[in-house]
């Protein structure tokens, strides 16, 4: 069975607008942003909106939702101001995200910005501690995404997001969505066969197979172990259309949505490309 393949759609016009560009492309799933993902502050979720958007999505063909959190967001800043600032946006967002019925949410871990990785996992655990507390028992998850690791961004080692999970007093509102961009980018050979072995068997090994809870399907601009986050179209980066035929045909994979986030280019038709490439590389039948 092929896993639900999606993109990441533009909320533009109203989070429902998002839900008729998911079906305009045939998507099984969809990402999108609960809030304008470069400011800090967005005006509370309406009742309409949100009621909107629950009945867009019930009344389309579309089933996993997931979002993806702010950019600003760093769970590891060393400045307290904008450590709170980051605490209270993903508050805000796991109640967004709750209120319109999208069960998972994408945050990166943070920068360490210099005090070191050890002490910036730690800080990232730490502050989903605080976050988790401060919403007592809202419904929506975190899904901790492995990077490419530039700069001083941590996660970009899958034991790193496991080192995370494992000092949280919260593991069990945490998992995981892998990006083959930024695990390339990252280091790890997903260009080819024993490499993407090796990679599910470290998934199994250290977060487990049950965390992956999304995965990210995006070439990559940069080569391997670049430390660049740059996605390209698929096929058209460092990668190959290997990975993505691999992935695809995965039964350890099978549940899991896929997601998009690659270049929609000058004619906004990119989605529509790279999801054509995915029903052509998905195993017959399926
Ligand atoms: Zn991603």
Redesign the pocket.
């Known amino acids: 069975m092929t896993p639900p393949l999606g993109a990441h759609v533009s909320a533009a016009g109203g989070l429902a607008r998002a839900i008729e560009r998911g079906v305009a492309l045939g998507c099984d799933a969809l990402q999108v942003f609960v809030k304008n993902a470069s400011q800090w502050r967005a005006k509370p979720v309406a009742g309409a909106e949100a009621e909107a958007f629950r009945a867009a999505h019930a009344a389309s063909p579309i089933g996993p939702l997931v979002a ?1 959190a702010a950019y600003l967001i760093n769970l590891a800043a060393p400045d307290p101001e904008i450590l709170a600032k980051s605490r209270a946006a993903l508050a805000d967002e796991l109640e967004r995200c709750a209120r319109f019925g999208v069960p998972a949410l ?1 945050v990166h871990p943070g920068a360490h910005l210099g005090r070191g990785e050890e002490a910036g996992l730690a800080a990232v655990a730490e502050s989903l501690d605080a976050v988790y507390a401060a919403l007592g028992d809202c419904p929506t998850r975190t899904l901790l ?1 492995l990077t490419a690791g530039q700069g001083s961004v941590l996660g970009r080692r899958l034991a790193d997001l496991e080192a995370i999970r494992a000092r949280s007093g919260v593991r069990d509102r945490l998992g995981v ?1 892998l ?1 083959t ?2 695990a390339f980018a990252a280091g790890y050979p997903l260009d080819r066969e024993p490499g993407y072995e090796e990679f599910l068997a470290e998934v199994e090994a250290t977060v487990g197979l049950s965390a992956v809870e999304c995965v ?1 399907l ?1 070439d990559s601009v940069g080569e391997r172990g670049s430390r660049k986050d740059r996605h390209a179209n698929l096929g058209e980066g460092r990668i190959g259309l290997g990975l993505f035929e691999r992935l695809l045909a995965d039964a350890r994979l099978a549940g899991v949505p896929m997601i998009l ?1 690659t270049p929609i280019g000058e004619d906004e038709q990119g989605h529509a490309r790279d999801l054509a490439i995915l029903r052509r590389l998905a195993p017959a039948g399926s």
């Open positions: 993806h994408v995404e969505c990006d961009c930024h990210h995006n986030e």
